[in-house]
């Protein structure tokens, strides 16, 4: 695997825990000060935000990425200096008209969801989605000379200041009710958005050492990736608020009360989605840092390092995703119990059986983003939103079909995950039409040590009796010593090549922004 990819995915792995830990611990005091009502509709304002967000400018930094990388291929640095300023033009433009929808309707959408408090925070979105979008292009611009530190500290960055400011404000403007609560904590995170974007400014500008010669019009070539880039990224977030409408009437056709039809839907896509996402931070961020250097080694026509560093950011992705997810499925019930208490023992096992059925979902999913992350690498944005809307009609029809079935109930959403999951990494396959060399050994290997940690773990849990914390923390030490051990080949690979790639000095001034 090339330097840059190896470093980057660390470094976005690294960003990517820290920012989930902190939006974990952002929710729970949050809970606190607004109470349920108040997280209720945060959480509705936020499902919106993001779905605008990635509709007005999910595209920007893949894009980005990927011209700038072949850009820096050729030496054409006229090329990047137009792209990063029509990236930010179009980004403020569609981040304008997205929010000043959201402002102008604003009362009718809080009106639909049954909760007028989220008026407010819905006006600030005229500012929020702009910013959001300008991040999106200056991270694009960094991630598109593959050094991916800029981007994981913005995120930080972003998070700390919602952590701090969003629950101070929230706390502080709560006191005049439900809406200014909800408003605080989104101005908080706004406040957040523009302290990532000044940092990001100052780091370009610092690093950024483009010649002043005459720019080319780049306008048609950046719509042109990053509409079909954004629609197809705002096709998930879709499905899932489809879900959030027909779900619990589906799962009552199954005759489940309509408070038991809620709770099972926020038991897959609170808790127990939740927590698989954790394993997609390996994945994302292996697909993020892969892109722009597989596009740069292919604009050089090197071919052949391009499919070795693929070959090897899979072998690297399989080795690590694997254990997680199945390490996931062997303390998820004490891992349930421990974090949310009040969970009876039908819904404990329902948490329990959803993960286990998750987890191959998880791993069609991070195998998906990959082989998507290698389609867009060679321009092929148009076929990605296809992929993504046929995967998608598949979900919606898998979940209206199977829910109402009473046998089913609500693994059909599990199933839908699948299918779409499965049809995107199968479509996307077919059309990448790459030498992806992997050794059998090096799939089966994982994949073995794997499922023997996981019964080991099980027996252990089966012969000793322990609290929930200690059966976490025994087991989570006994699996990662026993897979080391079972895998040790592969691991003195991966920990040599990581090794090597970080001691050695790249020659290439334009190697890194």
Known sequence: MSKSIGR???VLIISGLICKLLGAFFRLPLTSILGIEGIGVFQMVMSVYSFMLILTSGGVATALSKFISQARA?????????????????????????GGVLFVLAKP???????????????????LIPLGGIIASLRGVFQGYENMTPTAVSQILEQVFKFALGLGLSFVLGKKGVEAGVFGAFLGVTIGELAAIIFLSISMKIKTKLPSVKERCMQRVFLKASIPLSFGSAVLPFVSAVDSFIVTSRLAVAGFAPQIATALFGLQTGVVGAILNFPLIISTSISVAMLPTVSFMEAQLSQHDSEQAISKALKIM???????????????????????????????????????????SVVISALMQFFVALLQAKGKFGFCMASYIIGGVLKIACVYLLCALPT??????????????????ILALIKNKRKISVDFFDLALPLLAS??????????????????????VCSVLMGCALYAFLTYPILSEVLGEVWHKFKAKSNNPNQTL
């Open 451 to 472: 499922t023997a940690m996981t019964l080991s773990i099980v027996l252990f849990s089966r012969k000793i009796v322990l609290s929930n914390i200690m059966q976490i």
């Open 408 to 425: 089913i109930n609500i693994y059909g959403v599990v199933i839908g995950n699948i299918a779409l999951s499965a049809t995107v990494c």
């Open 74 to 98: 050729r030496g054409d640095y006229a090329k990047i200096k137009s792209l990063i300023r029509v990236a930010i033009f179009y980004s403020i433009l569609f981040g304008v008209l997205g």
């Open 318 to 360: 399989w080795y690590v995703l694997l254990p997680i997810v199945f390490g996931l499925c062997c303390i998820c019930r004490p891992l349930y119990s421990l974090v949310y208490p009040s969970l009876d023992k039908a819904m404990l096992d329902y948490a329990v059986y959803l993960t286990y059925f998750g987890s191959a």
């Open 8 to 10: 980057g995915t660390i």
């Open 109 to 127: 959408i809080a009106t639909l969801q049954g909760s007028i408090s989220a008026c407010l925070s819905y006006r600030l979105m005229v500012f």
